[in-house]
């Protein structure tokens, strides 16, 4: 079975920083793709940065700048660095996997990031 498990959200005032992680365990695919989406109250699931095994990053226009997206391939783990928070980017994070072959996906369990003053 698998599982992501997700954690580092939390409150944050406006232009500080939170680093997300999220560990995937039990796929027998190779995971090909690592990365994040997230939804706010009342607003649809949004793209917000992904990596593939090779590492080739690719994000939203809206944090392009401040966000940072790595991974450990041998731990199965992707990293969300994000500097420079803003109120909008309050929501909760999801971590979402796609593995090879197949091009199966996975979703963790969310995690809140709260930016306010």
């Known amino acids: 079975q698998v599982q992501l498990v997700e954690s580092g959200g939390g409150l944050v005032q406006p232009g500080g920083s939170l680093r997300l992680s999220c560990a995937a365990s039990?796929?027998?695919?190779?995971?090909?793709?690592m990365g994040w989406y997230r939804q706010a109250p009342g607003r649809q699931r949004d793209f917000v940065a992904s990596?593939?095994?090779?590492?080739?990053?690719n994000y939203a226009d809206s944090v392009k700048a401040r966000f940072n997206i790595s991974r450990d391939n041998a731990k199965d783990t992707v990293f969300l660095q994000m500097n420079d928070l803003k109120p909008e980017d309050s929501a909760v994070y999801y971590c979402?996997?796609?593995?090879?072959?197949?091009?199966?996906?996975?979703w963790g369990q969310g995690t809140q990031v709260t930016v306010s003053s």
């Open positions: 990596v593939t095994i090779g590492g080739s990053t």
């Open positions: 979402n996997i796609r593995t090879r072959p197949y091009n199966y996906q996975y």
């Open positions: 039990g796929t027998r695919y190779t995971i090909n793709s």
